[in-house]
């Protein structure tokens, strides 16, 4: 039997909180990374005729990640993947999905978390043009870097229009991300998981899609996002450094720490 295949854009925090569960389940996968842009026709390749994926609020009809099951099924969209691999291969003790509480968190989080935090990373960090060139080196391909040298401020342009960054819809993400902190702050106080007494997928949703603020890296068990030797801008290492310091952001690196990885049955 072929393995799963992932198609994602690389660094995409939509994209972790699927191989955090493929990881956890132990469950063999292999990944085709591009760069935003060129996820395109490897995800339409894949998806069109077959009736799979569709453009929500917060992405498009071709937006990764894909998962390639290993008897050949489609599924688009994190929350359906993690979903299918819960049902697949977690005993019943270790299911992802309790209790219908988790599924609204996680399509909360979905909704609002991701999409700000990733205006912001962007709008902060896409400027600079050590950091893109740093990121693209460690991560993807080399046909992909040589095009990214070409096609990298067509591209950056892009990513800033189709997501509507500037510096008003920013400003409206801080304000998301920290009243989203701060709900998760409250709610954490007093204990270990966001529902119940187990991780759940509203954990990892939590966790994966607050990281690009927090900037987690490999060393701190992200599975892509590189340790850097670019310097960052001071309002990112500001922001940053603020959203650790709150309970949220202590709880999103306590799961990466102690829960990113393969657990034994
Ligand atoms: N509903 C989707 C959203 C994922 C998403 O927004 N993915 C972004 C990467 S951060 C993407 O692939 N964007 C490109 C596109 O929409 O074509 C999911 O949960 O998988």
């Not at 842009?37 to 937006?63: C, I, N, Q, Y």
């Not at 001071?234 to 709150?246: M, V, W, Y």
Request: charged share 25%; hydrophobic share 40%; glycine share 4%.
């Amino acid at each position: 039997m072929a393995d799963h295949q992932l198609i994602t854009i690389v660094w995409s925090h939509y994209n972790e909180q699927v191989r955090w569960v493929l990881q956890r389940y132990g469950v063999e996968w292999r990944e085709h990374a591009y760069l935003p842009v060129f996820h395109f026709l490897p995800v339409m390749w894949e998806t069109l005729g077959r009736g799979v994926g569709h453009a929500d609020k917060v992405s498009s009809r071709f937006s990764t990640p894909l998962l390639i099951t290993d008897e050949g099924r489609r599924i688009s969209d994190s929350r359906e993947i993690m979903k299918y691999l819960s049902d697949r291969f977690a005993e019943k003790k270790n299911h992802l999905y309790p209790t219908a509480e988790v599924t609204q968190l996680q399509n909360y989080f979905h909704d609002h978390l991701g999409p700000a935090t990733r205006k912001i990373v962007y709008y902060m960090l896409l400027p600079s043009p050590e950091i893109n060139q740093e990121m693209v080196k460690k991560l993807v391909s080399l046909p992909q870097q040589w095009m990214f040298k070409f096609l990298g401020s067509i591209m950056t342009n892009m990513i800033t229009q189709n997501l509507h960054i500037n510096e008003k819809t920013v400003q409206k993400s801080l304000q998301k991300v920290r009243q989203i902190f701060s709900e998760i702050s409250e709610r954490i106080q007093s204990r270990k998981y966001l529902v119940g007494r187990k991780i759940s997928a509203a954990d990892i949703s939590f966790a994966c899609l607050a990281s690009p603020v927090l900037w987690i890296d490999q060393s701190e068990g992200h599975s892509t996002i590189p340790v850097l030797d670019s310097k960052f801008p001071k309002e990112f290492i500001d922001l940053k450094e603020e959203l650790r310091a709150t309970p949220a952001g202590q709880f999103a690196l306590r799961l990466f720490k102690e829960e990113h990885q393969t657990i034994k049955a």
